[in-house]
């Protein structure tokens, strides 16, 4: 009985602890916690110091709470769906892809063990290995091609020992264990990010401020040309419409010689060849000179007889 009233007391505590999260942050980063140890936790959780608060617990626990703050904030039940299988929170009023790129950084190198899943290929690379040659029998039941060489153990080629997506065997385990190699990189990884009742995956994070400019400028100048070929104004494209119609009315002024204040320069470059001759020169100079500019602002490669007098500290016979 006593057991029952501690653990419902530490349940409350921990539902308690959600509410204040959910009432304090406006966003939360859902990430998945395969294969991550408490150390790493508590590494991640000190990066993060001041800037987000990482939970982890029981996905049911989660859940309840949420659904008793979506009584006060009906925005919180878009997070609701999203509390599943091995994840963790970290909540946060910061930019989420500051989060992000903190969480990222921790990583750390693990061992494989027998019958985890690979996440990326297990190379074991030629060379010594440090073994004692009573070993090569264990090396070649793995189909691995090795000799002796000052007394210990040389594999003669890399080998891929396990693939990615294979389950590791006990053999394999074992061989890296021996020679001391981690062949696999495990952290917390991005799932999707919950941002005041808005939900989306953590490929919206690498989009940058420059990148919207492009693809909204890109858009507006597509709107324009649709509507100058349809003869339809619309508000992108009535600069255009009246830049062409400006050229229009300089060509029929010079044409018909009636006068306009806007198409004098034209004329009087029209009525002197010599000084259009003149204009049309200098442009074509100041294009050269820019290009010229521009060629000597580029650095320039390295012939391989200067970098090896550079690598040895001058010339053979300096």
Do not use: W
């Amino acid at each position: 009985m006593g057991a029952e009233k501690k653990g419902s007391k530490h349940k409350k505590v921990y539902i308690d602890k959600v509410l204040k999260l959910l009432d304090t942050y406006q966003k939360v980063l859902i990430v998945s916690s395969n294969n991550i140890s408490s150390k790493q936790i508590q590494i991640i959780r000190k990066a993060l110091l001041k800037k987000a608060v990482v939970l982890m617990g029981k996905n049911s626990l989660i859940r309840r709470a949420c659904k008793m703050y979506a009584e006060k904030n009906p925005k919180v039940n878009e997070l609701i769906p999203l509390i599943k299988q091995n994840i963790g929170l970290v909540f946060t009023n910061e930019d989420p892809r500051t989060i992000r790129d903190i969480i990222v950084e921790n990583k750390i190198n693990a061992p494989a063990k027998a019958g985890t899943i690979a996440p990326n290929d297990v190379i074991v690379p030629k060379g010594d290995t440090g073994l004692e040659p009573t070993q090569t029998t264990f090396l070649q039941a793995l189909d691995i091609q090795t000799r002796i060489a000052k007394r210990q153990i040389e594999i003669l080629y890399d080998v891929k020992l396990v693939s990615e997506g294979e389950k590791v065997g006990s053999s394999e385990a074992t061989l890296l264990s021996k020679l001391g190699i981690k062949p696999f990189v495990y952290g917390m990884k991005l799932v999707q990010v919950y941002d005041n009742g808005s939900v989306y995956g953590p490929q919206v994070l690498d989009i940058t401020d420059e990148m919207l400019k492009k693809n909204v400028l890109e858009e507006l100048g597509n709107v324009s040309g649709i509507s100058l070929e349809l003869g339809f104004p619309t508000q992108v494209s009535l600069p255009y419409s009246f830049m062409n119609n400006f050229r229009n009315l300089l060509a029929i002024s010079i044409e018909t010689g009636y006068e306009i204040k806007e198409a004098e320069s034209i004329r009087e470059l029209l009525e002197n060849p010599e000084a259009l001759k003149e204009l049309m020169e200098k442009q074509n100079e100041e294009e050269k000179d820019e290009k010229e500019e521009e060629k000597e602002e580029e650095p320039e490669p390295e012939s391989e007889s200067e970098s090896d007098d550079d690598m040895f500290g001058g010339g053979l016979f300096d």
